[in-house]
Nanobody, 123 residues
């Protein structure tokens, strides 16, 4: 059974850089396409970035494009680096994984989810 655990969230200042980690167990990250989403209470889950099973293809939503980087490392870890954080980035951040070569921007296409990590950006 695949389990995903996010870490790296917390309280940061506007303009800071954050690295979020997603640790997978039950299946290596090289066997899954993966993604990051975020959600604010009362809103739908928002797609941020995805990375293919091989790790060679990435895609970013416009809200984070140019200031974020998604990557895989080793057997078990996926990262999301976010730069120039703003209060509007405050949300719970989730990693997700799917048994497919390439992911999508849609939450329903992902079989596995972590419990989320809270990121709060103060001005």
């Amino acid at each position: 059974q695949v389990q995903l655990v996010e870490s790296g969230g917390g309280l940061v200042q506007a303009g800071d850089t954050l690295r979020l980690s997603c640790t997978a167990s039950g299946m290596p990250v090289s066997s899954m396409s993966m993604a990051w989403f975020r959600q604010v209470p009362g809103n739908e889950r928002e797609f941020l970035a995805r990375i293919s099973q091989s790790g060679t293809t990435t895609f970013y939503e416009d809200a984070v494009k140019g200031r974020s980087a998604i990557s895989k490392k080793g057997l078990n870890t996926m990262y999301l680096y976010m730069h120039f954080l703003q209060p509007g980035d405050t949300a719970t951040y989730y990693c997700a994984a799917a048994n497919r070569l390439y992911g999508t921007q849609y939450p329903h296409d992902y079989e596995y989810w972590g419990q989320g990590t809270q990121v709060t950006v103060s001005s």
